[in-house]
């Protein structure tokens, strides 16, 4: 059987048995998995057409390497989400964005780098907000190098360029049509915006050039000041994402600091506070600061000079991806959002413990239509969304071992210490213990729990006690794995319908960023308000 053959009313019907509910068709199961994950829906819209319908005619920006600065993970990640971040602002003609739960400030600072945009990272955490200014002051010692590696590579790449240049012809391609989202045309409407529409067609024009060597070379030495000149920006824009004390400013003067008298030093030293501070005024700068964001949060309150600006997350833990989108929606200032969430197991849910707190704001569900439903994922459930199906079928097998021993211990924990709940976290145990026995007992202090009365051997038997069971669990997680797009989907697709239940709101959808085997949570939730609201 193939996916195009299933049908909606029918598909589960012989997935699990009729009375005991238990899964008999592993195949359809999975068939049925990809059935609803959202790579088969067709309800995402291409990262090239959003790309193409923001910038027109014109191209993106290259510049500064991230793997330079970052992690492969990292790198891929904020290289393709700054270009569509540069691309909204551009089209929503914004200079400001607001990156929420910005840890390290990864983003934000290539965003005001690479972008010149004005960038606030906010976070909760103190410490990701000093490993930002630290990450900040690390980078001031590579700026020189990389501007002599730039200096190299500019002069090979024009000595390519003219290697390579055409002197008989060359062809010029035009768009012909208007890009969708033009800011001359109306949208007003978000239905009026499909996957179609924003594929501009292009026509394809030959051009005859006839160009002497003398010409050749004018043209190359006006391309080498060009190039200079971005050279110059780039080196500009390093400098102005750093503190203002971050970097040294060198003095023409021959005189050495010996020779000069304390008054004198003072007075050089004061200009120069002055110089980098209106320098810092007039920039577009990051800046790094500390605050808990809520439903509820006042921007106005955090960031003075509040204006018209962006909303961005790359991989916003839990609630706070959700409460990014309601801030969006309720906050005339903010044009646009563009939004990549994480952790979906950390959402808190209005009807996971049937608690009725209507005036509460809840991460999951957002939209009107499943609050209707009392639609409700469990735990379970969003843990299982977490997983990575395209990391497990290309090899990257699930951790088997450690998910074994999360399971005994948790026996253990009923069995011998009577608790079934606890708000505490066993965490990242298993990498830094060297036996089960040692996993346990570190386990079990994390838990604040008495492990002087567990004796060694009594750990090892309920270790050989399930061991055989090890490829039932591996079995088990495997079908959470085929599952989790699945649950995913349901997530992504509540809080795009949230956005499609607001009246301010000209286009919204859900576009694919990442590649998922580098980077798993690889779905962004995108939306530009209308017109008239900006």
Not at 11 to 18: K, L, P, Y
Not at 32 to 56: F, Q
Not at 304 to 313: F, K, Q, R, S, Y
Not at 376 to 383: I, L, S, Y
Request: with cysteine; hydrophobic share 35%.
């Amino acid at each position: 059987m193939k996916i195009k053959d299933l049908k909606d009313d029918d598909t589960f019907s012989n997935v699990f048995c009729e009375n005991s509910k238990k899964l008999i068709n592993v195949h359809l199961f999975a068939l049925a998995a990809k059935y609803y994950s959202l790579s088969n829906l067709g309800v995402c819209t291409p990262l090239e057409d959003v790309l193409e319908a923001l910038r027109g005619d014109n191209q993106g920006t290259t510049g500064i390497k991230t793997d330079e600065f970052m992690n492969n993970k990292k790198s891929h990640e904020v290289q393709v989400m700054s270009e569509l971040v540069d691309s909204i602002a551009n089209y929503c003609g914004i200079k400001q964005v607001i990156d929420i739960g910005s840890g390290k400030g990864y983003l934000s600072s290539f965003l005001s780098m690479q972008y010149n945009l004005k960038v606030y990272g906010i976070d909760s955490s103190n410490t990701n907000t000093n490993g930002a200014h630290e990450r900040n002051r690390k980078l001031k010692k590579h700026w020189r190098a990389y501007q002599s590696r730039g200096r190299a590579n500019l002069k090979s790449q024009r000595l390519e360029k003219a290697n390579d240049r055409p002197v008989e012809s060359e062809i010029k391609c035009k768009a012909i049509s208007e890009k969708p989202l033009n800011n001359d045309s109306s949208l007003q409407s978000q239905d009026q915006v499909t996957i179609q529409d924003l594929v501009p067609s292009c026509g394809f024009t030959e051009v005859a050039t006839s160009e002497t060597s003398k010409q050749t070379e004018v043209d190359l030495v006006a391309r080498t000041q060009s190039d200079e000149s971005k050279l110059s920006e780039e080196v500009l824009a390093i400098l102005n994402v750093l503190p203002a004390d971050a970097v040294e400013v060198s003095s023409s003067s021959q005189c050495s600091c010996g020779e000069l008298c304390e008054e004198e030093r003072a007075q050089r030293k004061m200009a120069s506070l002055k110089a980098k501070a209106s320098k810092s005024s007039e920039s577009n700068l990051y800046f790094p600061l500390t605050s808990c964001i809520t439903a509820e949060t006042e921007l106005s309150d955090i960031i003075t000079d509040l204006e018209d600006c962006m909303m961005v997350g790359l991989h916003t833990c839990g609630d706070l991806a959700a409460n990014t989108l309601r801030i969006f929606t309720a906050k005339p200032e903010i044009k646009a959002v563009c939004s990549v969430g994480c952790c979906y197991h950390l959402l808190s849910e209005q009807f996971e413990n049937q608690e009725d707190c209507p005036e509460e704001v809840w991460g999951f569900p957002m939209c009107q239509y499943l609050k209707d439903k009392g639609w409700c994922c469990g735990r379970n459930a969003r843990m299982s969304a977490c997983l990575a199906l395209e990391r497990v079928a290309v090899g990257q097998m699930l951790p088997t071992e450690s998910l074994f021993y999360r399971a005994v211990l948790q026996v253990i924990i009923e069995e011998i210490y009577g608790v079934t709940k606890s708000d505490r976290h066993v965490g990242k145990t298993f990498s830094k213990s060297s036996s089960f026995i040692d996993y346990v007992r570190k386990s079990l202090k994390k838990l604040e729990l008495d492990d002087s009365k567990l004796p060694d051997s009594c750990i090892m038997d309920y270790h050989e006690k399930y061991k055989h069971r090890m490829n039932e669990l591996e079995a088990f997680n495997m079908l959470k794995v085929v599952l989790a797009p699945c649950i995913e989907v349901l997530i992504l697709l509540d809080r795009l319908c949230y956005l499609k239940e607001q009246d301010n709101i000209a286009w919204s959808g859900l576009v694919k960023l990442f590649d998922p085997v580098k980077s798993p949570r690889c779905y962004a939730v995108i939306a530009l308000k209308k017109q008239s609201c900006f």
